[in-house]
């Protein structure tokens, strides 16, 4: 069982408005925010539903190789809700949802 996970992003405050608006239609706010002067190394923000952030980003390099990080939701509506909450919050299109036979 995963407790947490987390990717870096090259440019962290518009990476935390992205996911918080992509993220909103499947219940997870922004719960956690620790600046670089606390953690010593980089600003952190934490996702998740309450009260656990499950999915944090920090500043830095992103990842080399890309990272996959997928979300589990309770409906196929649900789906769909994020993937236009990500277009609509600047993300790109890399295939709409469905159902992937593999």
């Known amino acids: 069982m995963i ?3 987390g990717i870096s ?8 408005e992205f996911y918080r608006q992509a993220l909103a239609p499947i219940g997870y ?3 956690l925010e620790i600046p670089a002067t606390v953690t010593g190394k980089t600003d952190v923000a934490g996702f998740g ?4 952030p ?11 190789p890309p990272l996959h990080v997928a ?3 309770g409906t ?3 789906v769909d809700d994020f993937y236009w909450a990500a277009l609509a919050a600047g993300g ?3 295939g709409a949802p469905g159902i992937r036979a593999h």
């Open 76 to 78: 196929r509506k649900l």
């Open 9 to 16: 992003v090259s440019d962290f405050v518009p990476s935390r």
């Open 54 to 64: 499950d999915f944090r980003i920090g500043r830095g390099q992103p990842n080399r």
């Open 29 to 31: 706010t922004l719960l």
């Open 49 to 52: 539903e309450p009260p656990k």
């Open 71 to 73: 979300f589990r939701v």
């Open 92 to 94: 790109r299109d890399k």
């Open 3 to 5: 407790d947490h996970t």
